[in-house]
């Protein structure tokens, strides 16, 4: 009767070997399992806490060491499967097949969330967190190199140093984002200036073309030096953005900055001054118009007048997140010439 009764055998202490045998890996596999479905959900809907360039690059390149942890963690499941504390140069083949797997798999679940896509750029980081981790732990397990006589330890030390210069070039764009950000800060009162190299990863040009190029003759502040030739194209709102500036603007007076027009006739342009706290209506940021004469134009705002562009609230001008300069809708294209934005003064003075 109990030949016949599978159930009843568990109930009493006799279960199939192959249910035993799960039940005493389950505590085994358990966090293994359990930590690559968080790497992965986190993957799947994990978003920046906001758009700037910094968090941006951190997302991206942390797809390396996000798959370079999921690969451990499919390695420690596979030798738990194995059953044996030395792992052989097959387990660790098929931890990583089974890594890039996953990451076949993280990237396709993309398409289906609204608004992302599958991107060949993050499968290639996915690959080379995981080959560089699981290359690693390799490298630190003396029995795998034996083969290899003496030659075994020097092998494992190239693989081990080839490994973390890869993935020191995979983090490197992160000191760029230092760099960037530092330059951005050492150029104080400057908060703005299109021909620096330092303004690239916060500049962005909308039916615009930036050019850089000597100053005009005539600009005596400019001589030899460089400044933005700006080409409006013919299209809604042409101009450039910055954003990211530096945030705090709130100990200076005013906002400055200098155009050049060697047109026949006066233009329009338009200043657009955003906080944090934008709601994005027009209501409720600063907005003002700007005519260009030909020749030096010399713009200062104060920045109180600023402060009080949003109509039910102040501009927070201790945390300002871009300013936009641009056209409205230009009959046809035109050029002008920008020099630095910056800001001067202290608030107690007139």
Partial sequence: WNRQ??????????????????RALGPHLAPPVLGIVALMLFLTFGRP?????????????GHVPLF?????????????LQGTKQLSWPDFLVALLATVVLSLVAEASQLLQPGRNASVGDAL???????????IAASCRPQLWQPLGRDGPVAARLVLAGAALVLLLAVMPLFSVAWHYHQRAAALPVIGDLTRTWQRPFLSAGRADVARV??????????GKEVAR????????????????????????????????????????????DDTHRARPHADRYNASFIVLPGLNDFAVPL???ARGPRERELDLSDISQFVLFSRRPEEPFELYFGPVWLEGAPAEP
């Fill in 5 to 22: 009764n599978p159930a009843m055998n568990a109930t009493r202490g006799h279960a199939p070997p192959r249910t035993r045998r799960w």
């Fill in 49 to 61: 806490p906001s758009d700037a360039y910094g968090w941006r690059t951190l997302f991206e390149i």
């Fill in 68 to 80: 370079g942890v999921a690969g451990l963690l499919v390695l420690r499941v596979v030798r738990v």
């Fill in 214 to 223: 000597p100053a005009p003759p005539g600009w005596r502040e400019m001589q």
């Fill in 125 to 135: 980081k996915n690959l080379t967190g995981a080959v560089c981790f699981i290359a």
């Fill in 304 to 306: 109180k007048t600023i």
């Fill in 230 to 273: 700006l080409t409006f194209l013919d299209a809604p709102w042409p101009g450039f953005t910055i954003r990211e500036p530096f945030p705090d603007w709130s100990g200076y007076a005013s906002l400055r900055f200098q155009v050049w027009s060697e047109l026949d006739g006066p233009v329009e342009i338009v200043l657009r001054v």
